[in-house]
């Protein structure tokens, strides 16, 4: 790995915001431009040519794309008509791209055009240093769908609250009314979103296919660190919570503080040979919290697995060997006498199947039934409690997986780092 910063990373939700314009054109009276600032429905309910224009992202990555390995945002811009009958011609489209200022402003962006793909294949112009670019459409037929995607760079200003793009598309028909004798007739419709950057406490990014990157998702205390080596297309967020009791574990010191982290490539990347890790600076840790004694409580996410009441065991498509916990919730009723929300401890654990006990090392609780619906077992690991998980540096949490190391900062904050194979909740 390279670049590590002293930051953590968190998962983020990516929340796609979708604008939508549609257009008529041609009937009685349409000869001029339709009204671009009020959008009509779409579909029309009448049977008048018409199409539409929608723009959507990816909300709540990181501001800021600073130094050799940036962070990226991603448009898609979709233009459908549905006109039944007639087609629409010359479609061309203008994307304006400016950055929101939190002090007002519209600048044209700083943000970077990275790519741009088209399906049906249409040509392209770069973004200029006005922040615009423009596309040259086929032939819209009846039903047709032309897509975009523009892969950007976020914007380098501080001061950005997010990035905007506005979509203007145009096309000719050529219906002949009785108000305007010279057609063919332009009609234009936009659409219009905002990518929101992430607040202080969580960020995100897109991580493209095609580009073997060091990734860095930084909060205002920590970082999440991972390398793709471009072979999958996929997002990453984290999210810092700065006061959550309810992810402690028994027998551990707990942190108010926890790390959630949503990295979406997931095992097909990640292993013990390309590690996701974790820097976090720990601001005011319990008294009994120490940085060569700490210990990381990762919770990951989620897996389905099955119950059996005749051999008292979960059958898991994950191994459950050196896992600690594991607290289940359900789709239904959970298998008797099992609680959810309750953490029990993992024993008589292989590759594919696990029994859980009241007690660290306790007899397997005898299951009386399977239950109903799915089945979700939340794994938890203590990384730390073991010599062989503990690190002599923070570079070193990269070679032994999982593993932790945490140094003093100052009196009041402890820099922790920790390296593990899967997303999840880091303690």
Same mark, same amino acid.
């Given at each position: ?10 998962? $983020? ?13 041609? &009937? ?5 431009? @339709?009204?671009? %600032?009020?959008?009509?429905? =779409? ?38 008509? %549905?006109?039944?009958?007639? !087609? ?21 962006? %700083? ?60 096309? @000719? ?23 929101? *950057?992430?607040?202080?406490?969580? +960020? +995100? %990014? ?5 580009? @073997? ?16 080596? &471009?072979? $999958? ?21 707990? /942190? ?8 979406? #490539?997931?095992?097909?990347?990640? +292993? ?37 009441? #005749? ?26 006498? /099992?609680?959810?929300?309750?953490? *029990? ?5 292989? #590759?594919? !199947? ?16 399977? &239950? ?11 990384? +730390? ?8 540096? =923070? ?33």
């Amino acid at each position: 790995m390279k670049n590590l910063r002293t930051s953590s990373k968190t998962a $983020l939700r990516v929340a796609a915001a979708l604008a939508v314009a549609c257009v008529f054109l041609g &009937g009685a009276g349409t000869g001029a431009a @339709d009204d671009i %600032t009020n959008p009509s429905p =779409c579909p029309s309910p009448d049977k008048s040519k018409r199409f539409c224009v929608t723009v959507s992202d990816s909300d709540n990555v990181f501001s800021r794309s600073l130094g050799a390995d940036p962070l990226y945002m991603d448009y898609t811009v979709t233009v459908k008509s %549905t006109e039944t009958s007639r !087609s629409l011609t010359h479609p061309s489209l203008r994307a304006t791209v400016v950055d929101l200022l939190t002090a007002g402003g519209e600048p044209a962006t %700083t943000a970077t055009l990275v790519s741009t793909t088209t399906n049906p294949a249409s040509s392209c112009t770069p973004l200029g240093a006005d922040g615009t670019l423009s596309c040259t459409l086929p032939k819209l037929t009846p039903g047709a769908v032309w897509v975009a995607r523009f892969l950007m760079t976020t914007s380098t200003r501080a001061q950005a609250s997010a990035t905007q793009m506005t979509a203007r598309v145009s096309v @000719d028909e050529r219906e002949r009314d009785a108000t305007d004798p010279n057609d063919p007739n332009q009609e234009v419709r936009q659409a219009v979103n905002a990518t929101v *950057y992430a607040a202080p406490n969580s +960020g +995100g %990014t897109i991580v493209p296919a095609g580009i @073997d990157q060091h990734f860095s998702v930084p909060t205002n205390l920590s970082s999440l660190e991972f390398e793709s080596d &471009g072979t $999958l297309g996929f997002s990453a967020f984290m999210t810092d919570l700065a006061n959550d009791p309810g992810r402690c574990f028994a027998g551990v010191s707990c /942190l108010l503080q926890t790390s959630q982290s949503s990295v979406g #490539a997931g095992g097909p990347l990640f +292993g013990s040979t390309n590690p996701i890790q974790w820097i976090r600076q720990i601001v005011n840790p319990p008294d009994d919290v120490k940085a060569n004694t700490m210990k990381a409580i990762h919770r990951y996410d989620g897996i389905a697995v099955t119950a059996n009441a #005749a051999t008292n065991t979960f059958a898991s498509p994950k191994s459950f060997v050196n896992i600690d916990g594991v607290r289940f919730s359900t789709t239904g009723t959970l298998p008797a006498p /099992l609680q959810a929300g309750v953490d *029990y401890f993992v024993v008589n654990a292989t #590759a594919t !199947s696990f029994k859980v006990a009241s007690t660290m090392g306790g007899t397997a609780i005898d299951l009386t039934s399977v &239950g109903t619906g799915t089945t979700t077992a939340e794994r938890v690991r203590i990384i +730390g409690d073991a010599n062989t998980e503990r690190a002599k540096s =923070c570079a070193e949490t990269l070679a032994k997986v999982p593993s932790i190391f945490a140094t003093n900062l100052s009196a009041t904050v402890i820099q922790e780092c920790v390296s593990d194979t899967e997303n999840g909740f880091m303690k």
